[in-house]
């Protein structure tokens, strides 16, 4: 259903990058999302007519579900613990495209009186079935590689979940030598977190992508000048617009990695682009000169 996203070099801070446009994938789905939900756009499911999830109020994950329903004329309905005053008052981003997609909102925990025709899924997307999707991104890789015979390759994509990484690194795993390693770093929680998503999902570490982090603590959706810093500058060195939660996490942590850059990288654009309407006017009001 989806063509395979480009791959382009960019220069950044004076190193040299692969760039996976994961981002380009698709017009309505946020990214990453779209390799996660692969499988429920390719597959049947006679018997569902909801979807049911849970998360924030302004997440891609949500997002791209209503996407998803929509375009399998299914419900959707999704639970929050809070929708900011200013958001219900103004929607925007994540929230407002997943409204006009016609997802319905609750506040609070969702009671599953029946299961039946519902598909149930975890925040982020956190499942099993997201390694089919996750796949075709991996042999997407592989294939881009033996066309510019690129044999030694490290990956970098920042986590949430870790879901998108783990079967990043899983589906490589029966390739033949040498493969490619996979690097993230936590954005949601530290990398004990992190270790413990990988292991819900996969107990044999060997296929375990490797944890990158920074020294200090960071907290997920809080404001950085750092994190706007190389934001603005990826920009404006690389022309391309990033997604203000993950990558600038990422960007900071690979580039404090230089081992890591001493093999040919590829860095995966995972989309949420959409999300920055919420985090970008946040910004400028905290740190614009
Ligand atoms: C969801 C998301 C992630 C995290 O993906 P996981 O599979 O949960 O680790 C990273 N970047 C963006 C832009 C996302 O939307």
Redesign the pocket.
């Known amino acids: 259903m989806f063509k395979s996203s480009p791959i382009e070099t960019i220069r950044f801070e004076n190193h040299s990058f692969y760039l996976k446009r994961d981002?380009l994938l698709h017009p309505d789905f946020?990214?990453?999302?779209a390799r996660?939900f692969y499988y429920f756009l390719e597959n049947d499911f006679p018997d569902i007519s909801k979807i049911i999830s849970y998360g924030s109020a302004q997440?891609?994950?949500m997002y791209?579900l209503s996407v998803l329903a929509k375009m399998r004329g299914w419900e959707f309905e999704y639970f929050v613990d809070h929708v900011a005053d200013y958001l219900r008052d103004n929607p925007h981003g994540n929230y407002k495209a997943a409204l006009e997609n016609g997802m319905q909102i609750h506040v609070g925990r969702g009671v599953l009186s029946s299961t039946k025709n519902v598909l149930y899924i975890e925040e982020?997307?956190?499942q099993k079935e997201?390694e089919y999707g996750i796949r075709l991104l991996a042999q997407e890789i592989i294939d881009w590689q033996k066309e510019n015979n690129i044999k030694e390759l490290n990956i970098f994509?920042?986590?949430?979940?870790?879901?998108?990484?783990?079967?990043l690194q899983k589906a490589f795993v029966g390739e033949r030598t040498p493969r490619p390693t996979v690097y993230?770093c936590p954005?949601?929680g530290d990398s004990e977190y992190l270790k413990k998503?990988f292991l819900e999902l996969e107990e044999d570490e060997k296929y375990h992508p490797t944890i990158l982090s920074l020294e200090k603590k960071h907290h997920f959706g809080k404001l950085y000048r750092e994190n706007y810093k190389i934001w603005l500058k990826l920009q404006q060195q690389t022309g391309v617009v990033?997604?203000l939660?993950?990558?600038p996490l990422?960007w900071r942590t690979l580039l404090a990695h230089p081992e890591v850059l001493t093999k040919p990288i590829l860095y995966i654009?995972?989309?949420?682009?959409l999300?920055n309407e919420s985090m970008l006017p946040r910004y400028e009001r905290k740190y614009k000169m």
Do not use: E, I
Request: with cysteine; net charge neutral; aromatic share 8%.
């Open positions: 981002d946020s990214g990453n999302k996660k997440s891609n994950a791209s982020g997307g956190r997201a994509l920042p986590s949430g979940t870790g879901t998108t990484a783990l079967f993230t954005c949601v998503q990033f997604d939660l993950y990558d990422g654009h995972q989309g949420g682009v999300g």
